[in-house]
């Protein structure tokens, strides 16, 4: 299976607090992405980061990248309530020439007010 | 400017019965992807298509499952005999790239399907 792993599966914190999710993932890559899925809803897209990009940031989210040990991790800083939902990582295979994005199974991240 | 829109968001069908699942990219989006989501797990790649051709069926069942996007007209994503593990939340994203240098994929809602 390509699927990648993530870790932790379920994350609690204190609102306030920073949270971070870590993504391990099996081939070559062209780029990594994070997603969001609010609970009953689509996914939506947080960041992205190519496979010659070691760090990014977007506002409160910070990801890195480590292709010599196929991980990720995603870092929300300054937790809020708001951030509660699911997250998923999301690689596109280096070889690959369809855009086929292949999902992690996801941490759930609860921040309690 | 309207998201990818799926239709129905919930369905309930009987055991032997037909799903029906549609997906209208965003505007001048050329690219539909659908995917599979069982409770408490990440979403399983099923088909990539672009108009009138499908590109990548991999994740497809070998059985009862068939996507199209034809020139006019939503994408359809039909399943036949339903099964209760079938059961499921199906996807629909669309992106006006692929390939090498890609970017993100832009999700509908999802279509929860009940087998009964």
Request: hydrophobic share 30%; aromatic share 8%.
């Amino acid at each position: 299976s390509q699927q990648g792993e993530e870790d932790p599966q379920a994350l609690s914190i204190q609102e306030g607090e920073n949270a971070t999710m870590n993504c391990s993932y099996k081939t070559s890559i062209n780029n990594l992405q994070w997603y969001r899925q609010n609970s009953g809803r689509g996914l939506v897209h947080l960041i992205l980061i190519r496979s010659n990009e070691r760090e990014k940031h977007s506002g409160r989210l910070r990801v890195t990248l480590d292709t010599s040990k196929k991980s990720s991790s995603l870092l929300i800083t300054a937790s809020r309530a708001a951030d509660t939902a699911s997250y998923f990582c999301a690689n596109l295979n280096g070889s690959s020439n369809t855009g086929k994005l292949i999902f992690g199974q996801g941490t759930t991240l609860q921040v309690k007010p | 400017n309207a998201g990818v829109m799926q239709n129905p968001r919930h369905l309930v069908r009987r055991r032997g019965q037909e799903a029906r699942l549609r997906c209208s990219p965003m505007k001048g989006h050329s690219h539909v992807y659908w995917y599979r989501q069982l409770p408490e797990e990440g979403l399983k790649f099923m088909v990539y298509l672009q108009k009138e051709n499908i590109i990548d069926e991999s994740g497809m069942p070998k059985e009862r499952f068939s996507a199209e996007f034809p020139k006019e007209g939503p994408s359809i994503l039909r399943i036949q005999q339903v099964v209760r593990g079938d059961s499921a939340a199906y996807f629909c994203a669309s992106s006006p790239l692929a390939g090498v240098g890609s970017g993100e994929l832009f999700f509908g809602e999802g279509s929860r399907l009940t087998v009964l």
